[in-house]
């Protein structure tokens, strides 16, 4: 739903590759399935004009996630002989396809998000922390947090007047371990555009983690009941739990956005429609877009400008630009970058989801 990871892309001239491939790896032969059809796929890339460095960097991406448990895909974009962005799908509907275009082709990317978001699931103790970091098709990374102060750790109990003191030392080594986990932590959310850190570890150690988030992260942040490693925890516990809390996170978000547009639509707070949705967009107004995957106003032509705000249902509303660079493409690709762009949020809705009759529609920002 926070699409800032595409920003990247956008950010470049292309144009762009954009491959869709599976790689379940079930079959004994499936790797050979797997070059057979990114070959195939190479060859529609090449006849519509792709460029051959940018076909050898899909070359060496295609098939890197051989770690990953089965049955998943991989998206892959390109351009200018690199690599852009390459996704992991969990559990991908659209197989096998290949665009080459002026825009990349993101919206079956978005239409297959997991049914969660991105998160991290942190193991706290008191010398520093674990992080393990998810992004919907499994553990993406793992990162090992150690505080720079170490000593002294443990409280003591020796009856005398030292006792306090010592007591003190150890709490200040404690608040300022977690200060510097807590800094990291965030660091790494941001990197990851993680919309939940869930927290398990040593009773203690969570808890002054999560002073230490600030503000921002604290409302994404949930503690789990599970003990940390100094605790011998289980983690595999830990682990379906946040996966738990990721999934709940991920609805409560989607529903927020449906209530919100839904509430907001009388009021003038939202609207409905390509059109209204591109007047929206060009004013920098859209908190969230909400598109339907599938709907014909997605395949319907949209022009569009270089710059952030240059889109239209029609092509004579740009043509005060006097520019060669307006150029035509699908409206989910026109209207996904504009959306990026702009720094709004994404919502792509299912089949059964409530949302606008006619398959695009936004929150506006400014009631």
Do not use: C
């Not at 004994?28 to 070059?35: G, M, Y």
């Not at 939940?196 to 983690?209: C, E, F, P």
């Not at 239209?312 to 005060?320: G, M, R, W």
């Not at 209207?335 to 949020?345: I, M």
């Amino acid at each position: 739903m926070e699409p800032g990871h595409f920003k990247q892309l956008y950010d470049n001239p292309g144009p762009f590759a954009s491959v869709y491939l599976a790689t379940d790896r079930a079959d004994p032969e499936a790797a050979h399935a797997i070059e057979l059809r990114w070959r195939e796929l190479r060859g529609r890339l090449e006849a519509d004009g792709a460029d051959e460095p940018t076909l050898e960097a899909i070359d060496a991406a295609v098939g890197s996630d051989r770690d990953r448990p089965s049955p998943h895909g991989q998206a892959i974009f390109a351009a200018g002989g690199s690599v852009l962005l390459q996704e992991e799908l969990r559990v991908p509907n659209v197989l096998d396809r290949a665009a080459f275009g002026h825009l990349p082709d993101v919206l079956p990317l978005l239409a297959q998000a997991p049914d969660f978001p991105s998160y991290l699931l942190v193991f706290a103790d008191r010398g520093g922390a674990e992080v393990e970091v998810y992004d919907g098709a499994g553990v993406e990374e793992r990162e090992r947090v150690d505080a720079g102060a170490r000593w002294p750790l443990r409280k003591v109990h020796n009856g005398d007047w030292h006792e306090a003191h010592f007591q003190r030392e150890v709490e200040n080594t404690w608040a300022a371990n977690a200060k510097q986990e807590a800094d990291r932590v965030r660091q790494i959310a941001q990197s990851h555009h993680a919309e939940l850190i869930a927290v398990s570890g040593d009773a203690r150690a969570k808890t002054m983690l999560l002073e230490h988030l600030g503000p921002d992260w604290s409302a994404r942040a949930v503690p789990l009941p599970s003990g940390g490693r100094a605790e011998g925890s289980d983690r595999a516990q830990a682990r379906r739990a946040a996966m738990v809390v990721a999934a709940r996170t991920e609805e409560s978000l989607r529903a927020d956005v449906r209530e919100r547009y839904a509430g907001r639509l009388a009021t003038g707070g939202a609207v409905e429609g390509l059109v209204p949705t591109v007047e929206a967009l060009r004013r920098g107004e859209v908190d969230t877009l909400l598109i339907r995957h599938g709907s014909k106003e997605l395949d319907s032509w949209m022009w569009w400008g270089p710059q952030p705000g240059q889109l239209a249902a029609h092509p004579e509303e740009l043509t005060d630009m006097r520019s060669a660079q307006i150029r035509r493409d699908k409206a989910g690709n026109v209207l996904v970058r504009a959306a990026v762009q702009s720094g709004s949020r994404i919502l792509v809705l299912a089949g059964g989801e409530p949302g606008p009759q006619h398959g695009v529609g936004a929150v506006l920002r400014h009631t």
